[in-house]
């Protein structure tokens, strides 16, 4: 009993950080929002790093890669870890662009907290709704940084209103700037009911100013609060004063929550508020203890599961990220929900219904690496030496398999043909394709048997791109590129029943599978669907899983314009087969026919993916940008007008896109922006429906 006692004693004590005082967040925004800036502020604040990092000099340590330190911009996410006020902040990183979303959604997925950062002067931004959107799927709680208040046209009160009204969000100040613009001079906490002015402020007048303002702010928070929390509520209503403690720790509970989002401000360039948000990401942020127990299922039964943040549950963890490193091979980060493991161990991945060794532990610091032994709860760790583990896959104690819903990524919409410079790039062209599909799960790779072509797909012109500079950079391989083309999709219109049937004899053992499939469309957005609905054994069970993926192969090998076809059910419900000649070959030959006639006869439309696109533009020039847009099938959703300038939100087709950032300079002297996301597939119009399916069919 005493060995026991100590044993359990011995391994609490070898926790470095309780699970209560560890924080996984994620830095969150749109582009040129100061991310990276932010981060760089919060690393040399913790005492992680001892110089700060520039992005315009490109010395930023989050920044790691060549191509990010050249563009300026961040293009894969990177994890690290710090500590503040005796807690373990583990950080990521995310890029802003849009062509790099994926990165956020996989950082988002096993994340339980974010810092999202917002340019005081340009407000919510389309990306910063994106990513917002992509925090609401995951419920991560969430505080607010409005960024460069220290910027001429700064307006807080402004982006806290854009919060409220654009991302339907309870925005609380939880800080108010003293003054903004060459201005700003301070920030109020109304928390701690205190004002804070800058070390470099010669204006004695900055600390009056704040005072004026301090008592009406702070009676403003409190009741805000008391509104919303119950214990506050009480003791708001018996009068009694409510202490700095009570007050956090009412804002923690209505943060984790998700009621309320606390808004912060300063200017990362200037290192101004830079600390205060390090508290408040202590203060509010939540704990792997605070959310909810990852949900799993056991892949036997189907049953759910609860895998409880704690070293002494079975171990389980989610793959969420792999890079394939140069020097050192493969490396997958995970993230731990429960239990802990040890390097070397083996472990089971039920995505794959297979075991793996865990290599080397390491925590990551950007592309640096610190060796550990061991992995515990809540901590996010990358392994070598997993070789099957991919993006979404699950790790998990054999003696307990369980399995994490995976992660989904948004689909490519544009593709352009590659092909090789030399024979050695030819050799070389495969092999490094592949590394790169195997990192970046919004990245395919298509060969078209009957031209020859390599086709390769991804989010925009500025993902292909770079992928196509590391090709060369990191494996040395050149190609050519051609001109890049819209990834039109296909999908059907009406339900239908099809059958197919495969037969071959040849003298021996033949191949017969006969299958009756009933085809339906699906929502928009709802991908493939497959059902099962044999009865009384007309087919036997082993030879379903074959008979789904020839339905996938038919759907992703095109429609009647050659096109890749989405969002359809397809269920099996009837067939035959042959005790001898039946095999999955034959089932899943059978199941292609079927799938392929179906789409013929179930009035199949073509898609064309549809961007959301946000342009800034002075006024004098918004009637030209106007012009241009309604000339490329533009539809405005609205136009937001501040100062001498405004914001135009449109929905347009990417095949009209090209070209608009030069036209756009041309229209607006260079003094317009843009920014362009992913929305939507949707139907093309008939009239020209016609001639993409003439252009690009295939002539089946």
Not at 298 to 309: D, F
Not at 590 to 606: C, E
Not at 615 to 623: E, K, R, V
């Amino acid at each position: 009993m005493l060995k026991a006692v100590l044993e359990i004693k011995d391994k609490l004590m070898s926790r470095t950080f309780p699970l209560e005082r560890i924080r996984n967040i994620g830095i969150i925004a749109h582009i040129d929002a100061g991310k990276t800036t932010a981060t760089e502020m919060i690393l040399y604040h913790a005492g992680r790093t001892y110089k700060i990092g520039s992005v315009d000099a490109g010395t930023a340590v989050m920044d790691w890669m060549e191509q990010e330190r050249e563009r300026g911009i961040t293009i894969s996410s990177a994890a690290t870890t710090c500590q503040w006020r005796e807690h373990c902040i583990n950080i990521i990183d995310t890029p802003g662009h849009v062509d790099f979303t994926a990165e956020v959604e996989r950082s988002l997925r096993v994340l339980d907290g974010g810092v999202v950062i917002f340019d005081g002067v340009a407000g919510v931004e389309a990306q910063s709704e994106a990513v917002w959107r992509q925090a609401d799927k995951y419920g991560v709680a969430r505080i607010c940084f409005i960024n460069k208040m220290d910027r001429t046209g700064a307006d807080f009160h402004h982006t806290v209103t854009m919060i409220k009204e654009r991302l339907q969000a309870r925005a609380l100040p939880v800080q108010v700037p003293v003054g903004s613009g060459q201005l700003f001079r301070g920030i109020i906490d109304l928390v701690e009911n205190r004002v804070i002015p800058f070390p470099i402020d010669s204006d004695p007048a900055s600390s009056e100013v704040g005072e004026t303002s301090l008592a009406k702010h702070h009676q403003a928070l409190i009741e805000e609060v008391a509104e919303l929390d119950e214990e506050t509520m009480l003791l708001y209503l018996d009068g009694q004063d409510i202490s700095v403690s009570q007050l956090k720790a009412a804002i923690r509970r209505l943060t984790i929550s998700n009621r309320i989002v606390p808004v912060l401000c300063g200017s990362a360039l200037r290192d101004r508020g830079i600390q205060l948000l390090l508290d408040a990401v202590v203060d509010y942020l939540p704990s792997p203890l605070d959310v909810l127990p990852a949900s799993a299922t056991n892949p036997e039964t189907g049953e759910e599961i609860l895998c409880l943040a704690s070293d002494d549950e079975p171990f389980s963890a989610l793959a969420f990220k792999t890079v394939s490193d140069p020097f050192m091979g493969r490396l997958v980060y995970l993230r731990v929900y429960s239990g802990s493991v040890r390097a070397g161990v083996r472990v089971l991945n039920p995505t794959r219904d297979k075991k793996e060794r865990l290599g080397k532990l390491y925590i990551m610091h950007a592309d640096r690496r610190e060796e550990v032994d061991e992995t515990e709860t809540g901590s996010i760790v990358a392994s070598l030496g997993l070789k099957t583990t991919s993006t979404g896959d699950t790790l998990c104690e054999p003696a307990r398999p369980v399995l994490f819903e995976t992660i989904r990524f948004a689909e490519p919409v544009l593709s352009m043909a590659v092909e090789p410079k030399t024979k050695v790039d030819q050799a070389k062209l495969d092999d490094s394709l592949a590394k790169l599909a195997m990192e970046d799960p919004t990245f395919r790779i298509y060969h078209d048997k009957e031209t020859g072509q390599t086709l390769i797909s991804g989010m925009g012109e500025l993902h292909l791109e770079v992928l196509m500079e590391r090709m060369f950079r990191e494996y040395g391989v050149r190609v050519n590129a051609g001109k890049p083309q819209v990834a039109y999709k296909e999908t059907i219109t009406i339900a239908v029943e099809s059958e197919g049937k495969f037969v071959r004899q040849s003298g021996g053992k033949g191949q017969y599978g006969h299958v009756w499939l009933r085809i339906e469309p699906g929502k928009r957005g709802s991908g493939f669907e497959f059902r099962d609905q044999i009865r009384s054994g007309a087919i036997p069970k082993e030879f379903v899983s074959s008979i789904e993926a020839g339905a996938k192969t038919a759907l992703q090998s095109g429609g009647l314009a050659g096109c890749p076809v989405m969002d359809v059910k397809v269920t099996v419900y009837d067939g035959s087969f042959h005790e001898v000649d039946s095999s999955e070959l034959a089932f899943r030959a059978a199941a292609f026919m079927a799938v392929r006639d179906g789409i013929d006869k179930a009035k199949p439309i073509i898609l064309e993916p549809i961007m959301i696109v946000e342009i800034t533009t002075p006024n004098q020039f918004l009637g030209d940008v106007i012009g241009d847009l309604n000339s490329r099938r533009a539809h405005i959703e609205g136009i937001d007008s501040r100062a001498d300038f405004s914001a135009v939100r449109c929905l347009v087709p990417l095949a009209e896109i090209f070209g608009f950032a030069g036209d756009l300079r041309s229209l607006s002297q260079g003094r317009a922006s843009h920014t362009m996301r992913f929305h939507s597939y949707e139907e093309l119009p008939q009239n020209l429906a016609g001639l993409i399916g003439t252009r690009i069919g295939r002539g089946r």
